[in-house]
């Protein structure tokens, strides 16, 4: 699709990345997409996006808590990011506007590195690229707009490996899937789906428990 250069990540880009980063940039030059989901985009369908999974100096990941009036997703913690604008350049470029937008992140700080394939999301109708990011400049970041933002976090990586903090999430649908219990939320579906995929093939997760299942909350369900 063109929507973001995934593969080789650039020496030069490389080489501006903390040591502790390199796994990721490992896993984004050998992943392909059904290493992360059974649901794969086909051509012409979905309307395109972009989601921004940026890693912080202080090994985190930035995470944004969607607003519970949203007609989709409604309180479902999440990546920055959302639908390609006509003035968007790419993805990473629709990724950045989008963070910017939701939390004030100045996207001068950010070095884009890479991205993973394009997925689908059925529930939406979306196809995702995520977009791989380096905040090497990092700069306050808070919600935008409260009636698309709740809450914005910066989610350590510890705590996201720790065994203690991961879990099942099933929806009542039948669904489940990957889940954890971080700094007050509950992060699962496609979100804890991409942060499962990436925290395997970095090499970071940890042994946990699988057979433990949360029910998702009734107010989170739409």
Do not use: K
Not at 112 to 126: A, E, I, K, M, T
Not at 133 to 155: F, K, L, N, Q, Y
Not at 187 to 212: I, Y
């Amino acid at each position: 699709m063109g929507w973001v250069r995934t593969g080789r990540v650039d020496a030069d880009v490389r080489a501006i990345l903390p040591a502790w980063l390199q796994p990721v940039a490992d896993f984004a030059e050998r992943v392909r997409a059904d290493d992360l989901t059974r649901f794969l985009p086909r051509d012409g369908e979905g309307r395109h996006s972009a989601v921004l999974i940026l890693f912080g100096p202080a090994r985190d990941v930035l995470l944004i808590g969607r607003a519970r009036t949203m007609r989709a997703h409604a309180g479902q913690p999440a990546f920055p990011g959302g639908a390609l604008d006509p003035g968007d350049a790419d993805a990473a470029a629709a990724a950045l506007r989008e963070a910017r937008e939701e939390t004030g992140l100045d996207p001068t700080g950010v070095r884009v590195f890479g991205g993973l394939p394009d997925l689908w999301v059925p529930v939406s109708g979306f196809v995702v690229s995520p977009v791989l990011g380096w905040w090497e400049r990092p700069t306050p970041v808070a919600p935008m707009d409260p009636a698309e933002v709740s809450s914005v976090h910066r989610i350590p990586i510890d705590d996201l490996v720790a065994p203690t903090n991961r879990c099942r999430v099933r929806h009542p649908s039948g669904y489940v899937g990957p889940g954890f219990e971080v700094d007050g939320l509950l992060v699962w579906g496609f979100t804890a789906g991409l942060l499962n995929g990436v925290l395997e093939g970095a090499g970071w997760a940890q042994p946990w428990d699988t057979a433990r299942v949360v029910d998702l909350p009734g107010d989170l369900v739409r």
